[in-house]
């Protein structure tokens, strides 16, 4: 079965840039996504097809995919970007998820 | 505005059938424009897509679930709903229902319900 992984914690310091990669075999083949879900509620999206923001998301959140990594790119990272983050992406019509990474501000 | 709300027991006994149910509003799951999906979520755990269902009643499932799990639509009621036979332990989880987009390679889920917390225990 196709697997996303993903680094299960990243730290940034407020105003940073954040990076959080997603890896899975020749993910730059297709498009994916990215989900916030802080604790207590539901996954949010934030990045669809590769580095498409929805309305209401802020501009630093950006997101790219090449060969086998897709990353997600929060630029001068505030504290409400404490979350966890997920990939997602998917193999024979079947929707993947990575592990997840918890992404501290400090 | 879309919204999507689930309900169902809290608490189901080992071997028997989970249902729930996915209301939408805002929207129609007779849409040709987006699936209509379930993802779970054990306690402190990763997020585990289950299945989705189309207008036309076409359905794809997670092979993980191993045949025990069934998507309906019910355009009536503008719901959605899940049956997992033969649950255990390991299906305690908070489920929702999500809209899934769909294209050239790519799915993705833009709406999500808030989500409802299951328990498999005698």
């Known amino acids: 079965s196709y697997e996303l992984t993903q680094a299960p914690s990243v730290s940034v310091s407020p105003g940073q840039t954040a990076s959080i990669t997603c890896s899975g075999d020749k993910l730059g083949n297709q498009y994916a996504s990215w989900y916030q879900q802080r604790p207590g509620q539901s996954p949010l999206l934030v990045i669809y097809?590769?580095?498409k923001r929805p309305s209401g998301i802020p501009e630093r959140f950006s997101g790219s995919n090449s060969g086998n990594t897709a990353t997600l790119t929060i630029s001068g990272t505030q504290a409400m970007d404490e979350a966890d983050y997920y990939c997602?992406?998917?193999?024979?019509?079947?929707?993947?998820f990575g592990g997840g990474t918890k992404l501290t501000v400090l | 505005q879309v919204h999507l709300q689930e309900s169902g027991p809290g608490l189901v006994k080992p071997s028997q059938t989970l249902s729930l149910t996915c209301t939408v509003s805002?929207?129609?799951?007779?849409?040709?424009?987006?699936?209509w999906s379930w993802i779970r979520q054990p306690a402190g755990k990763g997020l585990e897509w289950l299945g989705r269902i189309y207008r036309s009643g076409i359905t794809n499932y997670n092979p993980s679930l191993k045949s025990r799990g069934t998507i309906l639509l019910d355009t009536s009621k503008n719901q959605f709903s899940l049956n997992l036979s033969s649950v255990t332990a390991a299906d305690t989880a908070i489920y929702y229902c999500?809209?899934?987009?769909?294209?050239?390679?790519?799915?993705?889920?833009?709406?999500w319900g808030k989500g409802t917390t299951v328990t498999v225990s005698s």
């Open positions: 805002g929207d129609s799951v007779t849409s040709d424009s987006y699936y």
């Open positions: 097809q590769n580095n």
């Open positions: 999500a809209r899934e987009n769909f294209g050239y390679a790519y799915y993705y889920m833009d709406v």
């Open positions: 997602q992406a998917w193999d024979r019509s079947t929707v993947v």
